[in-house]
């Protein structure tokens, strides 16, 4: 159904559309109406969980401890979970999809065709994966690398640094090899900056050169 309020209120459509087992449909124009607000009071009066983007999610959490807000991203603290109410700015395809399977009640919804830029930016492109993540448990532990997303297994040497102060225009070095079976010498690599490393021991080594003179 769509939030038509020429006849209702917001929270009467709310009940009517929990009545049906349906979505409430709105309009990029339709902002600013108190909807979140009637969704969390129809929440609280019906236990429900309230569905919603993650930031929002963890704020309205701080702010009404009673209720329970899901990050719609959150699969595992939806397992199992009925009666659960959405609020708009969660993505069609999700709600679609836990209505489908009897999770969700009702709550508000944003049409495809309806969604602002801003939303559409933001929550319905997936972020890019970060170029290059180094994790290490502790100093004598072995480097978990991910490049692109993907974790490199496999590695052989991994070598990254940060020039600063430094007149290079791109200071980041980079030299990770790897196991890889399908290349024709058996090893891969990830490369940026080689040339750095060998620069800068050859100054580090004038540098101790000099001042042993």
Sequence with gaps: MELNLSYMS???????????????????????LGKTTALIQF?????????MIPDVAHTFQKEHPDLT?????????????????CDEGVPLKVIERLHGLGQLLTGFAIDDEMVPVYLTKSLFQPKPSPLLQIELDDVDAAPRIFYKGEKIKGIINADFSYLTNTELINPTHID???MDEDSKFGTKAIVHNRHLVSKRRLSTAEEQHGNSL
């Design 10 to 32: 917001i929270s009467e459509l709310l009940e009517k559309a929990a009545e049906n087992n349906e979505i409430i449909y709105t309009r990029s124009n339709q902002r600013l």
């Design 69 to 85: 807000f899901i990050d719609y991203k959150d699969e595992i603290a939806l397992d199992g979970l009925t009666n659960v109410v």
């Design 176 to 178: 990770i090899e790897y």
């Design 43 to 51: 929440a609280r009066e019906n236990n429900s969980p309230i569905l």
